[in-house]
């Protein structure tokens, strides 16, 4: 019986240990996403907008752009500044606003 809990309290350090190492794991992913830098086609496919649109906002300054070979690269953490600059909270109306 000794022999059992004494397993069990080692398979349960271990198994705090692998999830403390999922979640650096975890972490490591995000950061190097939100560092990373995706192509045209990804953002158009991403926010869902067509190549005239993402021109636009390369030409309008919206977006900042790394061009190499002709071929223009994003960084995902412009993006996410983009859409979170944007972000609206809609209003909602209730019987008491008449």
Known sequence: MADMMQLLVELSGSLREMKALVLVIKRTR??????SWIDGRQ?????????????????SGVLPYSRLNGK??????????????????????TDNDD
């Open 30 to 35: 995000t950061e190097s996403l939100l560092q």
């Open 43 to 59: 953002v158009m496919a991403t926010l869902k907008i067509s190549k005239r649109t993402l021109q636009s906002l390369r030409s």
């Open 72 to 93: 223009y690269y994003y960084k995902v953490t412009d993006l996410n500044r983009i859409l979170n600059s944007n972000y609206q909270i809609p209003m909602i109306k």
